[in-house]
C-alpha cells in the first residue's frame, strides 16, 4: 500500500515538499496573478465610479462640467487597443520567466534526485522557449508595424 494515490499515472508523491511544491505550483501561484488582475480591474472601477459620481453632482449643482473631462470618462470605459510593441514584449516576459522557473526546478530536482521538479521544469523550460522563439518571430516580422506605430505615438504628442 502507497502512502497516496498515483500522480500522472507512475509517480508517487510520499514526499511533504513535493505535494506543497505541486500544490504551489498548480493551485498558489495562478490564484495570486488572477487576485492581483482582479485587485486592479476592481481598483479601476473605483475610480471610474468616484470621476461620474463628481461629474453627475456637478451637473445636478447646475455648474460647468468640462465637455473633454466628461469624454475621457466615457472613453475610459473602452477597452484601450495595446500596442504591438508591447504583445511582442509580453512573449519575451513570459518567455524569461518561464524559462527561469523551469531551470530552477531543474536545477532544484537534479540536486534533490527527483523526478516531479524535474519534469515540471523541463515542461516550463520548453514553453519558455518556444515564448522566446515566438518574441523574436514577431520583432522580426512586425518591425515595420512597430515602427508605423511609435510615429503614430510621437506625432500625436
Not at 453627475?56 to 487597443?81: C, H, P, Y
Not at 530536482?109 to 518556444?130: F, R, V, Y
Request: neutral net charge; glycine residues 8%; aromatic residues 8%.
Amino acid at each position: 500500500s502507497e502512502p497516496l494515490a498515483y500522480i500522472l499515472g507512475a509517480t508517487v508523491i510520499d514526499d511533504v515538499e513535493d505535494i506543497l511544491a505541486i500544490i504551489s505550483i498548480f493551485g498558489g501561484i495562478p490564484a495570486m496573478i488572477l487576485w492581483g488582475f482582479i485587485a486592479k480591474l476592481k481598483m479601476r472601477r473605483h475610480q471610474i465610479d468616484k470621476q461620474s459620481e463628481l461629474i453627475a453632482m456637478a451637473i445636478e449643482k447646475g455648474e460647468n462640467v468640462d465637455s473633454q473631462r466628461v469624454t475621457e470618462i466615457l472613453s475610459a470605459f473602452n477597452v484601450e487597443k495595446k500596442s504591438t510593441k508591447r504583445k511582442v514584449l509580453k512573449h519575451l516576459q513570459y518567455g524569461a520567466l518561464s524559462s527561469l522557473v523551469g531551470v530552477f526546478l531543474l536545477i532544484y530536482g537534479l540536486c534533490k534526485q527527483k523526478n516531479d521538479p524535474i519534469m515540471i521544469g523541463g515542461l516550463l523550460l520548453t514553453i519558455g522557449i518556444a515564448f522566446l522563439i515566438m518574441f523574436f518571430v514577431s520583432k522580426r516580422f512586425l518591425q515595420e508595424e512597430i515602427e508605423k506605430e511609435e510615429k503614430e505615438v510621437v506625432e500625436k504628442e
